[in-house]
C-alpha cells in the first residue's frame, strides 16, 4: 500500500526504504540449520511464481486472496490487481483473474464483505499508462511517489467497477477493511500531510485519526476492529521537518525510517509499539489481538537490504521474535480471519542468480 506499497524489487535494494537494482551487495542469508528453522510455519506453500507479487490479503470466507502484481515479461506494466482461489490449484501454470482495470497503477487492495466484491486505489481516472516512477535522490534514496491521481474503488470479482468511494484533490489510497465489516481505513492528504482516516463501509462518515507531522499508512484493524495498526514516520530535527514537507509538496516521500504504531479508530491512545531504528512496516495483528507481525531490517547491517518478518507484543512489551530466517526479503504478512494461516511475500525461491529480484506469495499453516 504505497504502499502498503512497496515495489518490492526496490525494497530490496533501497531500504534504507521501501522498494536499485544491486542485487550483489545484498546480505548474504543465513545458511546455519538451526537458525533457518521457522517453526511457526508449517507446510509452506508457493502460489505465485515470477514477477512482483505482494500485499495479498484473504477473503473473510478464508477461501481467497486478492493481491498486486508487477512483471513486465507478462505485459503487466505496473501494480495490477489480481484474485488467488485457494480451493484451485496454482502452479507455475496459473493463470490468476484480473480484478483491476489493467489501466494506470493500483494498490492495496481488500476484500468487502460478502467477499463478492474488493475495494482497491487506482490511478485509472487520471490516465490508463503507468504514472512514472521517481528517481532517487541526490542521497540515492528511494522515493515513494504520493501520486494525488490515487483515489478508492469498489469493483466485483470481474474486474468491473461498481462504485467510487473517494473524490478528493489528492492522494487517497491504502485502504483496508474492519474485521467486523463496518468500517475503512485508508491514508489521505486531503489536509495537507500524510495522515489516517475512517469512513463508514459505504464512503461516508470520513474523519481523520491522525495529527502529527509524518507519514502514516499501512494501516489495519485488530480482530475486535476496535483499535489500528500502522506504519509511521516522525522527522525530529528542524531540517527533517523542513525536507519531508519540501518532499511532500512534491508529492514524494522518502520511506527510510519507520517504525510501528497502535491507536483506537478515533486516534485516541497513539503509542508508538517499535523503537528499533531503521524500516519497520507491514504490521498487521495476530489473531489473539495481543501481538503484532511485521517486516523489519533492524537487525542487518550494511545498507540493510535482509527483511525479516518479527513479531512483538501488542503493548511493545517484552523481546522480539524473529519469525524467518530464509532469504533476504520476507513482508506483507496476514493471518487467515479463522487464524491458521499465514500469507507472505518473500524472495526465498527465486534463482539468486538470474531472478533475484522476483518475489512470490507464499501461504503457510501458522503453529503457535
Same mark, same amino acid.
Given at each position: 500500500?504505497?504502499?502498503?506499497?512497496?515495489?518490492?524489487? =526496490?525494497?530490496?535494494?533501497?531500504?534504507? =526504504?521501501?522498494?536499485?537494482?544491486?542485487?550483489?551487495?545484498?546480505?548474504?542469508?543465513?545458511?546455519?540449520?538451526?537458525?533457518?528453522?521457522?517453526?511457526? /510455519?508449517?507446510?509452506?506453500?508457493?502460489?505465485?511464481?515470477?514477477?512482483?507479487?505482494?500485499? =495479498?490479503?484473504?477473503?473473510?470466507?478464508?477461501?481467497?486472496?486478492?493481491?498486486?502484481?508487477?512483471?513486465?515479461?507478462?505485459?503487466?506494466?505496473? !501494480? %495490477?490487481?489480481?484474485?488467488?482461489? /485457494?480451493? =484451485?490449484?496454482?502452479?507455475?501454470?496459473?493463470?490468476? $483473474?484480473?480484478?483491476?482495470?489493467?489501466?494506470?497503477?493500483?494498490?492495496?487492495?481488500?476484500?468487502?464483505?460478502?467477499?463478492?466484491?474488493? /475495494?482497491?486505489?487506482?490511478?485509472?481516472?487520471?490516465?490508463?499508462?503507468?504514472?512514472?516512477?521517481?528517481?532517487? @535522490?541526490?542521497?540515492?534514496?528511494?522515493?515513494?511517489?504520493?501520486?494525488?491521481?490515487?483515489?478508492?474503488?469498489?469493483?466485483?470479482?470481474?474486474?468491473?467497477?461498481?462504485?467510487?468511494?473517494?473524490?478528493?484533490?489528492?492522494?487517497?489510497?491504502?485502504?483496508?477493511?474492519?474485521? @467486523?465489516?463496518?468500517?475503512?481505513?485508508? $491514508?489521505?492528504?486531503?489536509?495537507? !500531510?500524510?495522515?489516517?482516516?475512517?469512513?463508514?463501509? @459505504?464512503?461516508?462518515?470520513?474523519?481523520?485519526?491522525?495529527?502529527?507531522?509524518?507519514? @502514516?499508512?499501512?494501516?489495519?484493524?485488530?480482530?475486535?476492529?476496535?483499535?489500528?495498526?500502522?506504519?509511521?514516520?516522525?522527522?525530529?530535527?528542524?531540517?527533517?521537518?523542513?525536507?519531508?514537507?519540501?518532499?511532500?509538496?512534491?508529492?514524494?516521500?522518502?520511506?527510510?525510517?519507520?517504525?510501528?504504531? $497502535?491507536?483506537?479508530?478515533?486516534?485516541?491512545?497513539?503509542?508508538?509499539? $517499535?523503537?528499533?531504528?531503521?524500516?519497520?512496516?507491514?504490521?498487521?495483528?495476530?489473531?489473539?489481538?495481543?501481538?503484532?507481525?511485521?517486516?523489519?531490517?533492524?537487525?542487518?547491517?550494511?545498507?540493510?537490504?535482509?527483511?525479516?518478518?518479527?513479531?512483538?507484543?501488542?503493548?511493545?512489551?517484552?523481546?522480539?521474535?524473529?519469525?524467518?530466517?530464509?532469504?533476504?526479503?520476507?513482508?506483507?504478512?496476514?493471518?487467515?480471519?479463522?487464524?491458521?494461516?499465514?500469507?507472505?511475500?518473500?524472495?526465498?525461491?527465486?534463482?539468486?542468480?538470474?531472478?533475484?529480484?522476483?518475489?512470490?506469495?507464499?501461504?503457510?499453516?501458522? %503453529?503457535?
Amino acid at each position: 500500500m504505497n504502499k502498503k506499497t512497496f515495489i518490492l524489487p =526496490a525494497i530490496l535494494l533501497a531500504f534504507t =526504504a521501501c522498494n536499485q537494482k544491486n542485487a550483489s551487495t545484498a546480505e548474504t542469508p543465513q545458511t546455519d540449520t538451526v537458525k533457518n528453522q521457522e517453526p511457526h /510455519l508449517q507446510n509452506i506453500r508457493q502460489l505465485t511464481y515470477g514477477g512482483d507479487n505482494a500485499e =495479498a490479503y484473504f477473503s473473510f470466507n478464508n477461501q481467497m486472496l486478492t493481491y498486486q502484481k508487477y512483471q513486465p515479461s507478462k505485459g503487466i506494466l505496473c !501494480d %495490477q490487481m489480481y484474485l488467488i482461489d /485457494l480451493n =484451485a490449484t496454482n502452479d507455475t501454470n496459473t493463470e490468476h $483473474t484480473l480484478l483491476s482495470t489493467g489501466k494506470g497503477r493500483t494498490t492495496c487492495s481488500y476484500f468487502m464483505p460478502g467477499d463478492s466484491t474488493i /475495494l482497491y486505489a487506482s490511478t485509472h481516472l487520471a490516465s490508463a499508462d503507468c504514472p512514472p516512477e521517481p528517481e532517487p @535522490d541526490k542521497q540515492h534514496r528511494y522515493l515513494w511517489a504520493i501520486y494525488p491521481s490515487f483515489d478508492i474503488f469498489i469493483a466485483d470479482l470481474k474486474g468491473n467497477i461498481k462504485k467510487q468511494l473517494t473524490n478528493h484533490e489528492g492522494y487517497d489510497a491504502e485502504a483496508t477493511v474492519s474485521p @467486523d465489516g463496518k468500517m475503512i481505513v485508508f $491514508t489521505s492528504t486531503r489536509d495537507g !500531510d500524510l495522515d489516517l482516516y475512517t469512513m463508514d463501509i @459505504d464512503g461516508k462518515n470520513i474523519k481523520r485519526v491522525t495529527h502529527e507531522l509524518g507519514y @502514516d499508512g499501512g494501516a489495519f484493524f485488530s480482530p475486535d476492529s476496535k483499535k489500528l495498526v500502522f506504519r509511521a514516520s516522525r522527522p525530529q530535527t528542524d531540517e527533517e521537518k523542513t525536507e519531508y514537507k519540501e518532499l511532500l509538496k512534491n508529492n514524494l516521500v522518502a520511506p527510510t525510517n519507520m517504525e510501528i504504531y $497502535t491507536c483506537n479508530v478515533d486516534g485516541s491512545d497513539l503509542k508508538q509499539i $517499535t523503537k528499533l531504528g531503521k524500516a519497520n512496516w507491514a504490521p498487521f495483528y495476530h489473531p489473539s489481538g495481543e501481538k503484532i507481525i511485521f517486516s523489519s531490517n533492524h537487525h542487518s547491517t550494511g545498507r540493510g537490504y535482509n527483511f525479516q518478518l518479527f513479531m512483538i507484543n501488542a503493548d511493545g512489551t517484552g523481546e522480539v521474535e524473529q519469525i524467518t530466517n530464509k532469504s533476504i526479503f520476507n513482508a506483507f504478512p496476514m493471518f487467515s480471519p479463522d487464524g491458521k494461516k499465514l500469507i507472505f511475500s518473500s524472495n526465498r525461491n527465486s534463482d539468486s542468480t538470474k531472478h533475484r529480484e522476483n518475489t512470490d506469495l507464499f501461504i503457510a499453516n501458522w %503453529q503457535e
